[in-house]
């Protein structure tokens, strides 16, 4: 069974900078099985990014996702209010679908 | 719009059973898997298994095997996720989702969401 470790635990930036959050397989994938999802307090978790790369219906361009074999990555690339959420990414393998740990992105 | 709407909260006492339901609309029920996943308190969220309603195909993450049930009435376009003996450890919140392709495997992902069903359980 595949093992997805995300990192950091917890971020903290302000509004306006760049966020970086990683995803590592504890086995390499395809990234076309790597999807990352975000969740707000109350809320139920959205997709974000799918295929490792291709953003989701109405996600804005600030969100993009990169990596492939057992390291992706999740940018933000200028933090809006709304962003700060937990983020979680997932994968599909061996008829299991797995999700990491997540990343708590809060304001600094 | 697709849309999966679920069941209401519930509280129960341990040793209780309990059905959640989760209905879908908008699409063909019948061609799409709906997933459940389980977030407890203040934790992430945990993949419990996935069910097909065309022919009751279903898959149990290896965690929750033999510990729920997944099961779906096509008639109705619902599925729901059961318990015969719940524990204190079974509150959570409990989230249905559609995997996003109907027939391609390389569309796997969640999408869209039901809006959560809270359980809680308490002697």
């Known amino acids: 069974e595949i093992v997805l470790t995300q990192s950091p635990g917890t971020l903290s930036l302000s509004p306006g900078e760049r966020a970086t959050l990683s995803c590592r397989a504890s086995?390499?994938?395809?990234?076309?099985?790597l999807a990352w999802y975000q969740q707000k307090p109350g809320q139920a978790p959205r997709l974000l990014i799918y295929?490792?790369?291709s953003r989701a219906t109405g996600i804005p361009d600030r969100f993009s996702g990169s990596g492939s074999g057992t390291d992706f990555t999740l940018t933000i690339s200028r933090l809006e209010p709304e962003d700060f959420a937990v983020y979680y990414c997932?994968?599909?393998?061996?008829?299991?679908?797995?999700f990491g740990q997540g990343t708590k992105l809060e304001i600094k | 719009e697709v849309q999966l709407v679920q069941s209401g909260a519930e509280v129960k006492k341990p040793g209780e059973s309990l059905k959640i339901s989760c209905k879908g609309s908008?699409?063909?029920?019948?061609?799409?898997?709906i997933g459940w996943v389980r977030q407890m308190p203040g934790k992430g969220l945990e993949w419990m298994g996935i069910?097909?309603?065309?022919?009751?195909?279903?898959r149990y993450s290896p965690s929750f095997q033999g510990q729920v049930t997944i099961s779906a009435d096509k008639s109705i376009s619902t599925a729901y996720l059961q318990w015969s003996s719940l524990k204190a450890s079974d509150t959570a919140m409990y989230y249905c989702?559609?995997?996003?392709?109907?027939?391609?495997?390389?569309?796997?992902?969640?999408?869209?969401w039901g809006q959560g069903t809270l359980v809680t359980v308490s002697s």
């Open positions: 989702a559609r995997r996003a392709g109907a027939t391609t495997p390389d569309v796997w992902w969640f999408d869209p």
């Open positions: 908008g699409y063909s029920f019948t061609s799409y898997w």
């Open positions: 069910i097909y309603p065309g022919d009751s195909d279903t």
């Open positions: 086995q390499s994938i395809s990234s076309s099985y």
């Open positions: 295929g490792a790369s």
């Open positions: 997932q994968q599909f393998g061996s008829s299991l679908y797995t």
